[in-house]
């Protein structure tokens, strides 16, 4: 019989920085000095010479919680001091908090809710926040705490003030699954953690209200999703995953707005999959996804 290792004993090792010689050397190094063994590897190079650099390293470390700080202390004199890079350094046991904003639409939201409950996606989903209370039944269902938070056109700014204190110290990204409000720059900086959007991708695209019945007025052939990191510019963070789906004359515009929901779905859970694994490393308005 095989030994089945202590999923607490797994830890992900992410690196960045700028391209030089002995960086695959000097993790394998620590890590082997420390009796951890390496599982999984990836790494890639925008340019060999003075590019930058991205790694991610999954390895398996008996106790890795009690000597987890002295490992932290190696790698910074390793990776940081010695050799300039930045580094994180986590626990695969720790699932990453999760937060949803909602509005009325509810696909992406129960998808999400639906993959969690099946065990799909490594995460806690602490709350579900939304504008509006016409879904705090569907959420209730789950077992995960509902908020309803209006935002009335004069008073956006307290209502973010109301959001930011329900996510102080209680979740570690903010997933937005078709909520329909636009966060401002002063929420963005005070959150303190990610926040990953999901919105439509027409080819060409299509700005503003009604965009599936443009997009049948213009007779497009994909439709699709891009889910993203959001910034202070609108819809343009760096995008972590996309997707789309051939479409016909054939098709209504309730066809389209069908399979776009469809596209959405998927999209949404692989970039909330993707990120919770730490398998998305952002480097300026770009992202690396292992």
């Given at each position: 019989m095989t030994r089945q290792h202590d999923s607490s004993d797994y830890g992900r090792l992410i690196v960045q920085g700028e391209d030089r010689p002995g960086i695959v050397a000097s993790v394998s190094r620590v890590l082997s000095e420390h009796g951890a063994n390496v599982v999984s590897l990836d790494q890639a190079s925008s340019d060999p010479s003075g590019g930058r650099f991205f790694q991610r390293t999954v390895f398996h470390l008996p106790d890795l919680s009690g000597k987890l700080a002295e490992l932290h202390d190696s790698l910074e004199k390793t990776l940081g001091d010695e050799l300039g890079m930045d580094f994180r350094l986590v626990e695969a046991k720790r699932k990453k908090?999760?937060?949803?904003?909602?509005?009325?639409?509810?696909?992406?939201?129960?998808?999400?809710?639906?993959?969690?409950?099946?065990?799909?996606?490594?995460?806690?989903?602490?709350?579900?926040?939304?504008?509006?209370?016409?879904?705090?039944?569907?959420?209730?269902?789950?077992?995960?705490p509902f908020f309803h938070v209006p935002v009335e056109k004069d008073r956006k700014a307290e209502a973010e003030k109301e959001q930011l204190n329900l996510l102080k110290g209680n979740v570690d990204v903010v997933i937005l699954a078709r909520y329909m409000q636009i966060l401002s720059g002063e929420f963005l900086d005070e959150v303190g953690v990610p926040v990953i959007n999901i919105h439509h991708s027409f080819l060409p695209a299509f700005m503003g209200a009604g965009p599936y019945q443009r997009a049948k007025e213009r007779g497009v052939k994909l439709v699709g999703a891009t889910a993203h990191y959001v910034t202070e510019d609108l819809d343009e963070g760096p995008i972590i995953e996309q997707d789309v789906i051939r479409v016909s004359h054939r098709d209504s515009v309730r066809d389209l707005q069908r399979k776009g929901a469809d596209v959405?779905?998927?999209?949404?859970?692989?970039?909330?999959?993707?990120?919770?694994?730490?398998?998305?490393?952002?480097d300026g308005n770009t992202t690396v996804v292992f």
């Open positions: 908090r999760l937060a949803i904003f909602v509005s009325k639409t509810d696909h992406c939201l129960l998808d999400l809710l639906w993959r969690h409950r099946r065990g799909e996606l490594p995460v806690t989903i602490s709350m579900v926040v939304s504008n509006h209370p016409d879904l705090g039944d569907e959420v209730r269902r789950f077992d995960i959405e779905r998927l999209v949404l859970a692989r970039a909330v999959k993707w990120h919770c694994e730490d398998r998305v490393i952002r």
